[in-house]
């Protein structure tokens, strides 16, 4: 079982604060154990006035914070015979809200104690997601910057690195199991049904089978919570093709599941995003 992440909740007038779950697992059950089992979230102390007044708090080189805001919406692209290479586009919201995001913090603690278990590793994640609108605007100059005092409240945690998953917009070709000729931007997870093949007949008088593909489009950038300046990071764009059969192809969308596709789109963050991460924090 997954456990519960602290929540960076915005509040209207209030500062942004994060809240822990008890010292048990969920709903009051038995702690967990596990080799890379993240330690017992604690809350984080109230926000400092600014994001300065914490400059010289002493910092652990082993201690790592992660924030993941990659949200609910899930972007959908639609290519049919009668548009060709025109994209429809679309979104689509998965539930339960959070498994995304969960899905990359427990890829992000995973991939850092398998570098190094020696490595602490706090996790947060955001309700309000909306708060922090486009995620290219989020760096200026190098710097990160967080909304209201959210940069203090994570910084107080005394760890030396963030870790940042975000959406991040890339081009199609860079996702070698995509279809060709998509003629626009990916950004975050999502995913493509292609139904141009449906418009060419094969040797057996079959017509084509509609390419169904889910795919992630993510930045990770690696913090130093000292100054907030972006240090190294990672982009990932990848994907894989569902099977589609001659019963589902006339919506191979409708033929899935809402658990099916998230599981789908679980499975790429947790292949290739440690492998990102590693990158970042191997010495």
């Given at each position: 079982?997954?456990?519960?992440?602290?929540?960076?909740?915005?509040?209207?007038?209030?500062?942004?604060?994060?809240?822990?779950?008890?010292?048990?697992?969920?709903?009051?059950?038995?702690?967990?154990?596990?080799?890379?089992?993240?330690?017992?979230?604690?809350?984080?102390?109230?926000?400092?006035?600014?994001?300065?007044?914490?400059?010289?708090?002493?910092?652990?080189?082993?201690?790592?914070?992660?924030?993941?805001?990659?949200?609910?919406?899930?972007?959908?692209?639609?290519?049919?015979?009668?548009?060709?290479?025109?994209?429809?586009?679309?979104?689509?919201?998965?539930?339960?809200?959070?498994?995304l995001d969960d899905a990359a913090?427990?890829?992000?603690?995973?991939?850092?104690?398998?570098?190094?278990?020696?490595?602490?590793?706090?996790?947060?994640?955001?309700?309000?997601?909306?708060?922090?609108?486009?995620?290219?605007?989020?760096?200026?100059?190098?710097?990160?910057?967080?909304?209201?005092?959210?940069?203090?409240?994570?910084?107080?945690?005394?760890?030396?690195?963030?870790?940042?998953?975000?959406?991040?917009?890339?081009?199609?070709?860079?996702?070698?199991?995509?279809?060709?000729?998509?003629?626009?931007?990916?950004?975050?997870?999502?995913?493509?049904?292609?139904?141009?093949?449906?418009?060419?007949?094969?040797?057996?008088?079959?017509?084509?089978?509609?390419?169904?593909?889910?795919?992630?489009?993510?930045?990770?950038?690696?913090?130093?919570?000292?100054?907030?300046?972006?240090?190294?990071?990672?982009?990932?764009?990848?994907?894989?093709?569902?099977?589609?059969?001659?019963?589902?192809?006339?919506?191979?969308?409708?033929?899935?599941?809402?658990?099916?596709?998230?599981?789908?789109l679980e499975t790429l963050i947790?292949?290739?995003?440690?492998?990102?991460?590693?990158?970042?924090?191997?010495?």
């Amino acid at each position: 079982m997954k456990p519960f992440l602290p929540v960076l909740a915005a509040l209207v007038l209030a500062p942004v604060l994060a809240f822990a779950q008890p010292p048990g697992g969920p709903a009051g059950g038995p702690p967990r154990s596990g080799k890379h089992a993240p330690p017992p979230p604690v809350a984080a102390p109230a926000p400092a006035a600014s994001a300065a007044a914490d400059d010289n708090k002493p910092r652990d080189p082993n201690k790592y914070a992660a924030l993941s805001l990659l949200g609910d919406s899930v972007q959908l692209l639609s290519l049919t015979p009668a548009r060709g290479d025109t994209v429809q586009t679309g979104e689509w919201r998965a539930t339960p809200a959070g498994k995304l995001d969960d899905a990359a913090l427990q890829s992000l603690n995973t991939a850092i104690k398998e570098v190094d278990e020696k490595r602490e590793v706090k996790l947060y994640t955001s309700s309000t997601r909306s708060l922090f609108g486009d995620p290219a605007n989020l760096f200026v100059d190098g710097k990160l910057t967080l909304p209201g005092n959210l940069a203090a409240a994570v910084r107080q945690s005394g760890a030396a690195h963030l870790l940042l998953v975000t959406r991040s917009r890339q081009e199609p070709a860079l996702a070698a199991a995509l279809p060709a000729r998509i003629l626009t931007t990916l950004e975050g997870p999502g995913f493509v049904l292609d139904q141009r093949p449906s418009a060419q007949i094969g040797f057996d008088g079959q017509p084509g089978l509609p390419v169904f593909v889910p795919y992630v489009s993510i930045r990770i950038a690696l913090i130093d919570l000292a100054d907030l300046r972006l240090r190294r990071e990672q982009s990932i764009a990848v994907a894989t093709r569902l099977p589609v059969d001659r019963e589902s192809a006339a919506n191979p969308w409708a033929a899935t599941t809402a658990e099916q596709r998230v599981k789908a789109l679980e499975t790429l963050i947790e292949t290739e995003l440690p492998r990102a991460v590693k990158r970042l924090v191997t010495p």
